[in-house]
Each structure stands twice: as C-alpha cells, then as structure tokens.
C-alpha cells in the first residue's frame, strides 16, 4: 500500500459545484499534512495546513480524520480558476520529510 | 510566504553532458532541502534530501553519483545531473523548509525543466 494515495480523477465539475477530494494515508506516525496546488507545468504552490480541528479558507475547507487515516478537500462555488491538481502531503513525525500523493486533477467546466 | 529560487528554469543539452541546477532560498535559512523529480502527469518523486554541511541523504534508486548534490550553505543547493542522457529529461523542483517558523510547510522553487537530446 502507498503511503499516501489520493484519486487521480479527473474530477470534472460545472462552475458554481461543490467537489471534495480525500487523500488516506498509511503511518498513524504522520503528523502534518498540507494540500497544495499544483497548475500545468508549474511548481506546487501551498493552498493550506490541515489542522485536527479542521480548517476553512474562503471556498476552501480542509479537515482531518485521524482515525479513519485521511484528509479532505472541499471546495465550494468551484471556479474556472480551481482548475488544477492538487497534492496531499503528509510529513511524519521527526523525519520533516514530506510524503506526496500524486494528485488529483479538477477541472471546472463553464 | 518564503521564497525559493532555481536556476536555470529551462536546459536543452546533449546526451553525455553534466547540468548544474541551483536551489536558493531568498529570505530564510534552509538547512534541509529536498530535490525532486516529476515526469509528464506522473507525482512528485522525492530524489534526496540535500543536508547543509553534510552528505545528502539519497532515495531508494536514486544514483548518488548520477545525481551530485551539495548544500554548501543554509541558502544553497545544487543538484548535478552529470553525463545526462535523454531518460533524465523531466522536471526538477527543490522545496526547503523555514526552520524559523516552526513550521512544516515546503516552499517550492519554480522548477527546472531539463531536456536532453
């Protein structure tokens, strides 16, 4: 089993949708996890830290599942500038060495 | 957030030439910083994690002597891809971490897009 697996997609929604995105992952030892963004060609951009209690930034709510072993992604009135793959990472506990998924693609449609 | 650079962001070289890729971070000091390399749709694959003042630390596969690092300073790290051959073209990013701020987060560099012909 990967360490961290994420659905590669593509998602494809119409703007204005609500689409979420889980990402599990294998070491109970993990204690950070981020999502980033990454655009066509470019270089992973971070979007936000996901925090135990979870956390929400405008259109964008990340939340934490320890028990279960995953994190979510949800994001609200989706724009045509969601359009990306976004990368969950985890980071385990002393190594500070980040783990990624390999992504999921959104793409929001007109 | 942080800043980190890479230079160059594009190389075209021939088969059998040595490429020298340039990870500064601007604003932060960076013990740690990571290389990675990333094919076409594929993940980001972590090759080595580049440890200022010593030996970098190499992912199962990766060829230390395929893939030079050094991390000469706390705002320097180069990875040498030497005698390149086509398989090598891809896309090599770095990322550090600001240690200063207690946080995990990774800042990427831009990238580099390494062509061999």
């Known amino acids: 089993r990967k360490e961290v697996e994420q659905d590669p997609g593509p998602f494809n929604v119409p703007e204005g949708a609500t689409v979420a995105f889980n990402c599990t992952y294998s070491?109970?030892?993990?204690?950070?996890f981020f999502w980033y963004r990454q655009d066509c060609r470019k270089e992973p951009k971070l979007l936000m830290s996901?925090?135990?209690s979870g956390n929400e930034d405008g259109r964008f709510t990340a939340q934490l599942n320890r028990a279960s072993q995953y994190i979510s992604l949800l994001i609200r009135d989706s724009k045509l500038s969601d359009s990306a793959t976004y990368l969950c990472v985890v980071i385990s506990g002393g190594s500070y060495i980040p783990t990624f998924g390999r992504g999921t693609s959104l793409i929001v449609h007109p | 957030g942080a800043v980190v650079s890479q230079h160059p962001s594009w190389v075209i070289c021939k088969s059998g030439t040595s490429v020298k890729i340039e990870c500064r971070s601007l604003d932060f000091q960076a013990t740690t910083m990571f290389w990675y390399r990333q094919f076409p749709k594929q993940s980001l694959m972590l090759m080595a994690t580049s440890n200022e003042g010593s030996k970098a630390t190499y992912e199962q596969g990766v060829e230390k002597d395929k893939f030079l690092i050094n991390h000469a300073s706390l705002t320097l790290s180069t990875l040498t891809v030497t005698s390149a051959h086509p398989e090598d073209s891809s896309f090599y990013i770095c990322?550090?971490?600001?240690?200063?701020?207690?946080?995990?987060?990774?800042?990427f560099g831009p990238g580099t897009r390494l062509l061999v012909l």
């Open positions: 990322s550090a971490r600001d240690l200063s701020t207690l946080q995990e987060t990774q800042y």
């Open positions: 996901v925090y135990s």
């Open positions: 070491n109970s030892a993990s204690q950070s």
